[in-house]
């Protein structure tokens, strides 16, 4: 089994890159691969409770990040120094992450046999 590290540092809407690679995400937890999913920079706000999507005419796709755990994806991890730069905390976030400092994540993402950004 590899173990494969899929990184997001786009904002959630504007781009198809959130999108992507939750489908991506989901595709490869269902070939039973070790995955881990990571939020830096703007790819932070993917995370926000709160999101509407009304205004924009786009599916909120956020709730899917909830469904993650029935997929077995449970290794979800935030960069602490993304997320203080835009003023959030764990509180504001769907789902439950394991916040790592930079250095931290670098380690981790070394450990990775394959890492995708999106």
Known sequence: MKKFMFVNRKAPYGTIYALESLEVVLIAATFDQDVSLVF????????TKGQDTKGIGIKNHSKTYR???GYDVEKLYVER???EARGLGEDDLIVDVEVLSSTEM???MA???VVLSF
């Open 40 to 47: 830096v920079d703007d790819g932070v706000y993917e995370l």
């Open 67 to 69: 469904a993650l755990d």
């Open 81 to 83: 120094e993304s997320m």
């Open 106 to 108: 670098a380690a981790l």
């Open 111 to 113: 450990e990775q046999d």
